[in-house]
């Protein structure tokens, strides 16, 4: 499989940037997001950074460059990328939020296969707290999911 180009992930994410900012998407769109979308919400009072990078996909070529971008959040702001892994694959995702690795060591890395057993896409997610998680959320959850 091939891994995504840097080019694709940052006009991937320079979209989804721009759209939000003209208000063209929302956090709680009733709709189903796409398989391998990508949503960034920060929950805090602070605004934050948050960085994502892809550091490896499931068969690709050895010696690749890690793909990343990061996108700054308003308290209470998010921002929802559609479709930015397309892949049938696993892809290994770090996490950072303000530069620095997560506090909790369980949240700086996770395996994302969008087309897995559920369709799913990922949330990223300063809390209230000022603490980091995400989620893998499958796009056939009951209700929604509101990033």
Known sequence: MRLPTRRALLTALGAGAAG????????????EPPVGSLGFKNRHRLPHTLGVELTDTAGSDQGRQPVESTVSLRPGEAVFVPS???????????????GDP???????????????????WVSLVVEDTGAFSWYDVSTRADGGYDL
């Open 20 to 31: 939000a900012l003209a208000g063209c998407q929302t956090a709680t769109d009733s709709r």
């Open 102 to 120: 997560p506090e909790r060591e369980d949240a700086r890395t996770m395996a994302f296969e969008p087309y897995g057993k559920d369709d799913s």
């Open 84 to 98: 930015v892994f397309t892949e049938e694959t696993t892809y290994t995702l770090s996490f950072t939020v303000d």
